[in-house]
């Protein structure tokens, strides 16, 4: 499978807000308020992400290309 790069940034101003991103049932990041990642990833996988608090906005990315 090709690789492709995933950028992800928990936009929440507080640090104990956290969102999770997850595939399957395995968590794979946790970012707190203000936080972000950059890193490379299976373009094949399926990511799904959800927040501690309501109104939390998930900012991201994927750079790669089609297979």
Known sequence: A???YLYVKNMDT???D???VYTG????LKLG????AFL???ADDTLKAYATT???IVEWMVF????
Not at 25 to 28: F, G, K, V
Request: no cysteine; charged share 5%; proline share 4%.
């Open 2 to 4: 090709a690789t492709a």
């Open 14 to 16: 507080t640090a104990t």
């Open 33 to 36: 308020g203000g936080e972000f």
């Open 54 to 56: 309501t109104g939390t």
């Open 64 to 67: 790669g290309t089609d297979q």
């Open 25 to 28: 049932s395995n968590i794979w």
């Open 40 to 42: 490379p990833m299976v």
């Open 18 to 20: 956290y969102i999770y």
